[in-house]
């Protein structure tokens, strides 16, 4: 018997719950999983599986054994990339899902730039919501997710790469147009577009002495895309509320003025999400702090 053969296919029996299953996903005969069941459960002295015409179901000792065979085969992995990356250069495939705004604007020159370095890695990113990027992440199998939101959970690891600010702002041709805003409740009298998502009732938090503040603000559009809310700010259409690192060449310019400089608003934190894994691969490692030399301090 192949031992190591036999518990893989204990494995994805155990997972699936069917042989037929297990059979298609390992590329083997069912037969051939009925065999290799039959031969552990020998070699060990003790049935894995309850059977019937339809279908299979693990005894208490076959969910015992599936346990350790999953722990077993999770640490030989381990050591497997341990020793892989001892003696190879960052190569392969760097799968990544980035928050859609940021993944825009920052993540494709730095991807390609991460590429120049190491020729032979292939990265592969797509882009989702911000609020989606940890869902992304575990539902899909990818190495590393770039999100903009809070999204630790007890199954990934979060790392900060960047600080940014949330900014109040709108462009400097309707500032002119409309006039200073110089009180928290002038935001009402003027039309803003938000992302939904962020700001669901149409009500801001402003601090300024250690007092909070809430203010009204009059929703006009509601999009989950901050590159689209720059758009209608530089559109001269009304306010907004927008990362800084969307608009932080507008401010520099001018084109995007900042209202109401002397009140506190949020801030937020770039993190880097990966699953938790005992051992973190190599080339996630790497990549990683190249993205937190490359954007320290950028935003701020």
Not at 21 to 27: C, D, G, N, T
Not at 114 to 120: I, P, S, T
Not at 242 to 258: A, N, V, W, Y
Request: charge should be positive.
């Amino acid at each position: 018997m192949n031992r190591l053969k036999a518990i893989e296919t204990f494995i994805v029996s155990g997972q699936t719950k069917n042989f037929s299953v297990a059979a298609r996903k390992l590329r083997i005969s069912r037969a051939m999983v009925s065999r290799h069941i039959s031969e552990l459960e020998a070699s060990l002295g003790t049935r894995l599986f309850h059977r019937t015409t339809r279908d299979v179901a693990l005894t208490d000792a076959g969910h015992q054994y599936l346990s350790a065979c999953i722990k077993l085969t999770s640490q030989f992995a381990v050591e497997e990339s341990r020793l892989a990356d001892l003696h190879t250069e960052i190569q392969g495939n760097l799968r990544l899902v980035s928050a859609r705004s940021f993944g825009e604007l920052h993540m494709a020159t730095a991807i390609a730039d991460f590429q120049a370095l190491h020729k032979d890695l292939k990265i592969e990113m797509e882009l989702a919501a911000g609020t989606k990027t940890p869902l992304q992440l575990h539902d899909s199998g990818f190495d590393l997710g770039i999100s903009i939101s809070h999204s630790k959970t007890m199954s990934s690891v979060e790392t900060k790469l960047a600080d940014f600010e949330w900014i109040l702002c709108a462009s400097e041709i309707y500032l002119d147009r409309y006039g200073p805003i110089e009180k928290p409740n002038q935001l009402i009298e003027h039309p803003t577009a938000i992302n939904q998502i962020q700001i669901p009732n149409s009500t801001i938090i402003l601090r300024k002495s250690g007092r909070k503040i809430h203010a009204k603000i009059k929703t006009a559009v509601a999009i989950t895309n901050y590159l689209a809310l720059r758009q209608i700010v530089l559109n001269d259409s009304g306010l907004s509320i927008l990362p800084s690192f969307c608009i932080k060449e507008d401010l520099e310019t001018g084109r995007i003025r900042r209202i109401l400089p002397d009140f506190e608003f949020s801030t937020g934190r770039i993190t880097a999400v990966y699953p938790h894994y005992e051992y973190v691969p190599r080339k996630v490692r790497a990549f990683t702090a190249f993205l937190k030399a490359r954007f320290k301090d950028k935003f701020e």
